[in-house]
Each structure stands twice: as structure tokens, then as C-alpha cells.
């Protein structure tokens, strides 16, 4: 058995890792894994920009961006963990601008801000300029500059490696179990302290904004080691994907003025939501795109309306949204200078996630009683709970960043008096027997039909608006699916360099675990909230439904839920309009 050792293992070199891994590099023994190079990692993907209220384009205040984000998380937001991102979000901004992050600027030469949906002055009066951006590739040059200090301290990177397993024992982390691609051998990783920074998983879905390494993988290690899993009922559809392929168009590009258009030539936002019109929050801005397509008003009847970018001109695109032509030109062969441009939503980003307090230590109960010592998770993968039903746009990346932040600092606290605690007896037990399970299957399927049809699966039955019977329907298809998946034999034979029919079998199985959590969580919850919207529960129910979700895998692999209360304070919930 291969045993590698570090003070620290941290999965996922995105914008959460590596900002963790940098609290921690000049102290101890670091290990950063990731299935790709660190600088692909999907944080690079986001475009439009980092939240913060530091009013350099006009006023804006904390409170008011503590506001809009407990209001945008239709109150299922903890409230005391939101304070802090707020509150935390200048410094956080500041300190990527000394690490030399090239954000774009104002005519004063100060960070240029911008407007984006959910964000705005006074408590909802109208949109204000708070999200700090890098042109539209803002996550690329975030996590770009963070890699270059990952260079600097020396920080030991394994990419290519695959999460295995969690192993956890008596409470107590323990390290993880590895999968490397290159050589196609399990390794045992040995660590005081592990934090899991995997993203997200929204290749469930058959149109999606996320990469096809965001499949989940984290979170099913976890849950699978006995880590309840958050509020994964809440999936966030972005309003802008390029028609039929999902690739994002940043909300940037309604923050700069870009209209959104029904068959009818209207700009239908007006309808739903008249103060903030394309800068409403996510789920109504979705919400109001697919109602004009099922009630018929899609352009030419299909399943799409139009972002309207013309009026902007060529030197703002060009300046302003240079990617976003880009991708327009290649994906569609369109350009948005001259025609406007087909969008439909996409799947895009997951609310809930692994349960942690606001220093990413996970909590296996989802409170603060039982937690798991050493073990921590930031970023997409972690559910604090900042973005409650639903996450503002820009507050994804400062999420990221400043928890991840958080994580490092309070690992290096756990490192102080933690000592190494010794590996169970057969940490690679548990995985062996997935592979030989593989081994065992009959044959006779493929993984690709499957997650085919998981993906047409997902979108029609646990979509943008849900019903009782379009999910109890789904679970009965996955279900099958789940059978169909027992039958797939991939080539398992030890020591491939490699092995990509073996890497996407697991993924796979990893997304139809969290795909059948969702879809169980989604089912109970009997209310529209956020990103979970039932057309036959179309209200929000505060006296039933005010409380976060809890899955748990018991022994016989189903799901139990149970559920804790939302940290609740400063704003009173009410109902929503914009």
C-alpha cells in the first residue's frame, strides 16, 4: 500500500483551495489534488465578476449587500454567515488586487464595479454598481493570480488525480484515498487535517454552464464516508446560456444593459419585475424566461428568447464582454454586435453542499455539536449557508475566496495541537470493492446511454419548475437508471495510465447519488423557494418549510432526511418583489 504524507490534503486547486492553501504554505507540509492542471479548474469559468461593497463607483454600503443577500436567498440564507461575507468581501478584494489580480478599471484608475442581479442601493431602490470585474473572464484572472503564489510558496500540486474516498473513523478525519490518472495506482494520502474544494456537479443536467469534470465528486465521497449533504434540493438555473448549449453569457451582460426579448419583441421583464426588470434575482429572471416559453412566446415558438446586445455598441462589447463575443461567434456563428442572440437557462450552480460553520469545518450532525475533526470544505462543494435558496451572481467567487480564506486560517489553528491520527485498518477497502464490483457487473450497458438519459432525466423532471408527479416519475426512472448502471463493466485493469472509461464510470455513479439526494430533497420540500420552484406548491412556506435540509446515506443505501433550523436575525422575512 502506497502511503503519501502532508500535514494538509486539499482536493480542488479552484479559487477556495488555493486560497486555502496559501494560508497554510509557509508553515506546513501542503498537498493541493485535482482531477485537471490547477489552472483549468472550473473557477476560471466565471466571467462576470467579485462582490464587494467598496463604492468606488458610487455609494454602497455593507448593509445593504447583507440585505440583498439574505433577500435573495429567500430567507433560507443563515443570516450570521452572510454578515461576515459581506463584511469580509473588501478586504478579500483588495488583497487579490496587492497579489496583482488585473481587475478592470475606472477612469480614477480604482477597481471599475458594475451592476448584476439581486444586487442593489438602499434595500432594493434600484441596481447599484458592486461587482468587481476583470473584463468578463474575472474568474480566470482570480485564479490565475492565485496560482502564481501556489508557484512562489512552493505548494506541492498533484493534478490528475482522482478522489477516491474520505476516510474518516471514530469522528475523527484521517486523510483520503487517491486515484493517480498518470500511473492508474490508489494511493493513501495521511493528513492531520483534509478540506474537500470540489465545485460543484452540474453535469447531471443535459444543459449546463459547468465543465465536465463537475460531476459531483466530492460531495458523494463525503456522503458516502457519513457526511450529511445540505439543501441540495436548491439548483440554481443561470437565466444566459448560449440556446442548446448552455455555455454562460455573465450576467455582465444585462449588468451593462442588455434586454431580454420574447417572440413578440417585448422586453417581457417588465412584466416580472418592473423596478429591476433583467437584474432580478436568478431564479425569477429564469423563472420569467421559461414562462414566456411555455406559455408559447419562445422565438418562433422554440425553446428560446433573446439577449439583446446591440444597443451597447461595439467598444463596450469589445471592452467590456470580449469573451462573451467571442464564444457568441464561435458557438453560434453569430455576432452579438449585429444580432441578437438565442439563450435559454442552464444548469448552473448548487446551493447546498457539504454542511460547514463559517471556518469550513463540516458538520456531520449540521450543527455544531458533533462536527468531524479535521475535516473542512469551501467553495461550491460546501454549504455554509451564504446563498440560501438562491446565490446572487459575484457572490459565488467571493464566497469562494474569502471561505476558503477562513478554512486555511482555521486549519492552521487545528494544526497547532492536531496530531496524526492513524489510518483505519484497510483504508482502501471501500473503493477495492467498488472496482470489484465493476469487475463483477454482467456487461451489456454503457455509460454513456446512461448518463444520457440521466441528463434528459434530470432536465425534464427536476428542472427549473417541479411538480410532485414529475419527481416522484424521476425517481422512478432513476431507479432504474440505478439498475441499468449495475450492468456497466468498464475496463478496470490495474496500473492504465489513464483509464477514462474507469474515471467517467465513477463519476457517473458519483452523479446519480447526488442527482436521487436532490431529487428526494426536492420532493419533500412542498413550497417554492429560491432556486426550487413547485408548480404545485407555488407559494413559500415560512411556517413549514423555514428550515434547512439534511440528507443522510443509511446502511442500506437510502436516504434519510432530517432537518435544522436557518440562523435567522437583522431582516424579517417578507415577501420578495423586485
Known sequence: MSVIRHDVIIVGAGLAGSMAALQLADKYDVAVLAKCYPAQSHSSAAQGGIAAAIGNMEEDRLHWHWFDTVKGGDYLT?????????????????EMEHMGCPFSRNAEGKIAQRKFGGHTRNYGEAPVLRACFSADRTGHALLHTLFEQLVKYNVHVYPDWVLADLLIEDGVCRGIVAWNMRDGELHVFHAKAVMFATGGGGQAFLI????????GDGLVVAYNAGVPLQDMEFFQFHPTGIWQRGILLTEGCRGEGGTLINDQGERFMEKYSPKLLELAPRDLVTRSITTEILEGRGIGGKDYVYLDMRHLGAKKIMERLPDVHSFILTYLGMDCIKEPVPIQPTAHYMMGGIPVDVDGQAKINGDKTRDCAGFFAAGECSCVSVHGAN???TNSLLEAALFGKRAGRQ?????????????????????RERIERFKAAPGGETQGAVRRDLKHLMREHCGVYRTRELLQEGLEQLRELKARFSRIRPATNNGRPYNLDLKETIELENTLTYAEVMMTGAL????TRGGHARRDFPKRDDVNWMKHTLAHKQPDGTIRLSYSPVALGEFEPMERKY
Open 411 to 431: 486549519m492552521a489553528e487545528w494544526l497547532h495541537e492536531a496530531t496524526l491520527a492513524p489510518l483505519p485498518a484497510d483504508p482502501m477497502g471501500r473503493f
Open 524 to 527: 419533500a420540500r412542498e413550497e
Open 391 to 393: 446565490r446572487l451572481g
Open 208 to 215: 449546463t454552464s459547468n465543465a465536465f469534470a463537475n460531476t
Open 78 to 94: 443563515d443570516q450570521d454567515a452572510a454578515k461576515i461575507l459581506v463584511h469580509e468581501a473588501p478586504e478579500i478584494v483588495y
